[in-house]
């Protein structure tokens, strides 16, 4: 397929750091070995469809910058069948081997409900053949259940049980087209499960109605034999004030609060993150820590920009930070990197998506490469070994073994001298670091 993309003529191609083409990888070379493994399998990257292919450049306080070629037809369904042409024709170009979408981005809402899942029947047909000619798979769908304006008080937590059941059966619809794409994982993101005030709230009973909906989906996927693993995606805010899955913590304290801890893990994002007033690779470490990372929404914030921009990665530090907590779980499984990013505002051409998914690939790329390097050389985990060796002998070990109580420690106490104070050495290490991606 070459009709929407002619200014990229042939599959993007790996030509090194040296090269000065910016239509070329300089670090991500898909089949080359990383460890036990290809950097393709270790990075396992997605386009987002509703940023990639639905996005038109429109913000809050402006229009759309961006005429697509695939937005020109009249008809809904012509302008998404050719939408997806679009996609293929772009996954292929990049070499990219997923794609993640929302029903709603693929398939147009309908008049009536039953129209919108007809509409997204056609679509999925759409999307099987293609999959089947190109061997593009489907990382992960999701239901859209934020843009409607029945869902602008929640979804699975809305006070309206019309509204709550509406969005049940949307997402057994898109469960249903996920499963019918052979789809990896299958996400939900909440971005309407929250309060804008608690003048009109009941916190309780909307997590009880949160929590309910999840089993719901949960059950449903035992009898359907869905075979994807369901994520959460914690975010703290935007569109509403407050949401329930606010960060990796909140959202593993409601799994465990609510029995679904065994049904779901995580999908983390960057830009999340740093909403919640974390770093990136703080959930990402928390999450892992509790053997819930199950995949990434790979993007960033602006700092200086108090909400999502959902930009192309491109900080090295950040991705090899990411890269660490990833390898030392021995990778995503059936998660991957879903590029949760969207081009500016004023980068207009469709040749900015090419540029901006290989600046965000090459970033995760050398990140793998340096974090692999870290880790094989032990350059962080001999240290850290090393600071926790006290618990591996003598009191250390009986605390462990669960052998000594407060009194026992007090009289063991009472024999010894102060404690010596070991340096956490945090400068050092962070020159470690820096010696490695420099
Ligand atoms: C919104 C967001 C979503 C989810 C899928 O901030 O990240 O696009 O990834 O619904
Ligand atoms: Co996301």
Same mark, same amino acid.
């Given at each position: 397929m070459n009709k929407y993309f002619p200014d990229v003529e042939k599959q993007i191609s790996y030509e090194g750091k040296d090269s000065n083409n910016p239509l070329a990888f300089k670090y991500y070379n898909k089949n080359q070995k990383v460890g036990g493994k290809t950097m393709g399998e270790h990075l396992r990257f997605s386009v987002a469809y509703w940023h990639t292919l639905m996005g038109n450049g429109s913000d809050i306080f402006g229009s759309p910058s961006f005429k697509r070629?695939?937005?020109?037809?009249?008809?809904p369904i012509d302008r998404a069948k050719e939408t997806m042409e679009a996609a293929f024709e772009f996954f292929q170009k990049l070499g990219m081997d997923y794609y993640c979408f929302h029903d709603r981005d693929i398939a147009p809402e309908g008049e009536t409900f039953s129209q919108s899942c007809k509409n997204l029947e056609t679509l999925v047909e759409f999307a099987k053949a293609l999959q089947k000619e190109t061997g593009v798979k489907l990382l992960w769908g999701t239901a859209? $259940?934020? =843009? +409607?304006?029945?869902?602008?008080? /929640?979804?699975? *937590? +809305?006070? =309206?049980a019309h509204v709550m059941a509406y969005a049940a059966a949307q997402v057994k619809n898109a469960i249903d087209a996920t499963k019918e794409l052979g789809g990896e994982n299958y996400v939900f993101w909440g971005g309407r499960e929250g309060y804008e005030t608690l003048l009109n709230t009941d916190i309780k009973k909307e997590q009880e109605q949160m929590a309910q909906f999840l089993h719901m989906a949960v059950d449903y996927k035992k009898k359907t034999g869905f075979a994807g693993q369901f994520l959460i995606e914690p975010k703290p805010c935007e569109p509403m004030k407050h949401q329930y899955d606010s960060n990796v913590a909140t959202t593993l304290y409601f799994l465990n609060e609510y029995d679904l801890s065994d049904y779901f893990k995580l999908n983390v994002e960057a830009n999340h993150a740093t909403l919640a007033g974390h770093s990136f690779e703080h959930e990402l470490a928390v999450a892992s820590a509790a053997g819930k990372l199950g995949s990434v929404d790979a993007n960033r914030g602006d700092l200086? $920009? /108090?909400?999502? *921009?959902?930009q192309f990665p491109t900080n090295i530090y950040s991705t090899t930070m990411a890269m660490m907590v990833i390898l030392n779980q021995n990778g995503l499984g059936k998660g991957g990197l879903n590029f949760d990013a969207k081009l500016r505002?004023? +980068? *207009?051409?469709?040749t900015d998506l090419f540029y901006a998914h290989i600046g965000g690939m090459d970033s995760f790329a050398k990140g793998l490469l340096i974090a692999h390097k870290i880790i094989e050389d032990g350059a962080l985990s001999n240290f850290i070994k090393e600071r926790y060796s006290s618990f591996q002998s003598g009191i250390g070990a009986k605390i462990v073994a669960g052998q000594s109580g407060l009194e026992d420690l007090e009289k063991w106490v009472l024999n010894q001298d102060k404690p010596l104070l070991q340096s956490g050495r945090q400068e050092m290490l962070e020159n470690i670091i820096n010696s490695y991606i420099l």
């Open positions: 070629e695939w937005h020109k037809a009249n008809n859209n $259940l934020f =843009n +409607s304006p029945i869902y602008s008080q /929640g979804a699975a *937590t +809305s006070p =309206n200086l $920009l /108090g909400w999502d *921009t959902d505002r004023s +980068s *207009t051409d469709p």
